[in-house]
Each structure stands twice: as structure tokens, then as C-alpha cells.
């Protein structure tokens, strides 16, 4: 299963650090969902500061930026602190990560492995899935995902 343009948002729970988040519980207000590899590292820590330095551009927008990765919301709150993020971020044991397509397989060194996708996906204040970005390079794509943000209206 991959959520596709014009789904609608899935009803899957997340973990997060106030406790589980249930993704149906965004409609009503647009959603950016961001998953990436892993905490603390080079291209993922770039991200979660960009989409922190623009969450007020967010905001105004209407708009909710969550981050999602398999790494726990112990390691989620030392990647915080240590950046001082403001982009809520999610762990996911793989259920929602699967349901999305982004557990793909990987090759880095030749190696080959499974691992998160790099991938952003836009819902409208209605649920329905609107915009999608894949295999996701870092420099000036949160940029690009406010302005479509923006484009909702």
C-alpha cells in the first residue's frame, strides 16, 4: 500500500512526545508529513532546522509540520535540545513509514539495506493528499513545500 494523490489521510497513529498522534486528527488544517532516515545526522539535521527556521511561516499558513523517523523520542528529544528544533518529530516502529512507500531498499558503500525514503506529502484542511516530493534532496526544498502550502490558499 502507498498513499497516492487525492487519498485521503490515513487513519494511523504515530508516537509522539506528548504520546500517541493519530494522523485523521490533522484534517481541518493542512499537513506537511516529512520522514527521513535518522536523527543527528548531516542532511536530516539541515532539514528539521530548515523546517524550524520557516515553522512560523507555517503557522501563519494554517499549515502543521510533522517529521517522522524510526528513532525514538528519547534520541527525537537529545535532537532537539541539541539543535533547538521546533518542528514536533514522530517515531514510527515502520507502520506508517510501509503505508506511505518510504521503507524502500538503499545502497550506500554497496551495501544494500532497507531504509526511510526522504520524502515530504502534503494534505489539504479537507485530508486529502495534494502534493507528494520523493526521494527528497535537502537545499531549498522546504522552501518549495511552503510555497505549495501558500498555493492551498
Known amino acids: 500500500m502507498s498513499v497516492e494523490i487525492g487519498d485521503d489521510l490515513p487513519d494511523l497513529e504515530l508516537t509522539g512526545a506528548d504520546g500517541p498522534i493519530r494522523l485523521r486528527d490533522y484534517v481541518g488544517k493542512p499537513l506537511v508529513l516529512y520522514f527521513y ?44 535540545a541539541k539543535y533547538g528544533l521546533t518542528v514536533p518529530l514522530a517515531s514510527d516502529e515502520r507502520q506508517v513509514i510501509e503505508a506511505f512507500g518510504a521503507w524502500v531498499p538503499k545502497v550506500l558503500y554497496g551495501r544494500d539495506y532497507m531504509g526511510i525514503d526522504r520524502s515530504t506529502w502534503l494534505f489539504d484542511k479537507t485530508g486529502k493528499l495534494v502534493r507528494s516530493w520523493r526521494k527528497v534532496k535537502v537545499p531549498g526544498h522546504v522552501e518549495q513545500v511552503l510555497s505549495a502550502v501558500k498555493e492551498l490558499g
Request: charged share 30%; aromatic share 6%; glycine share 10%.
Open 37 to 80: 532516515p535518522k536523527d543527528d545526522t548531516a542532511g536530516c539535521t539541515k532539514e528539521a532546522q530548515e523546517f524550524s527556521a520557516l515553522g512560523d511561516d507555517f503557522a501563519k499558513a494554517g499549515a502543521v509540520v510533522l517529521g517522522v523517523s524510526k528513532d525514538t523520542q528519547a534520541k527525537h528529544a537529545k535532537f532537539t
